[in-house]
C-alpha cells in the first residue's frame, strides 16, 4: 500500500541516486522556509562515491522524487527549476560548514555520473 504521507526524519541518510540507479551520495538534511514551511532545499553529500573529500551540496527540492516502490531519493537533472538552483540562506548550524549550490554540484558530481554511466560500444 502506497501512503501519500511520509516522515522526513525517516528520509536522512537515504541513497540519492540517479534516475539510471547511479549512486549520487546521500540526504543529510531537509531545509525549510519558516514562513511557509514549505521544504527548500535538500542538503546531499556527495563525492566520496567519486574519489572526492565529502562534500555538502544544497539542491533546491524540485530536483528530486521519491520512488514509491523502492523508497528510493531520486536526482533527476530534467525535472529540476533552474531559476531555483541557487540558495539564499541556510541554518545558523551550516555556518561553519561549506554547504555548494548547484552550479558547484553540476561542475563536480554530474560530470562523474556522465563518465561512470558511460559505456562504448566497444565493450
Known sequence: MHHLIFS???LLGT???TANSMDIGKLEDVICNKDTGKISYLIISAGKHHGDDDRMYAIHHS???LNGD???LI???KIGKENHAFFL???DHYDDATVLD???FARNVLPMLSIAGHRSDNE
Do not use: C, G
Open 8 to 10: 522526513i526524519s525517516a
Open 75 to 77: 536526482f533527476d537533472q
Open 70 to 72: 523502492d523508497e528510493q
Open 89 to 91: 540562506d541556510l541554518p
Open 15 to 17: 541513497e540519492v541516486v
Open 63 to 65: 530536483y528530486f522524487y
Open 102 to 104: 548547484y552550479s558547484s
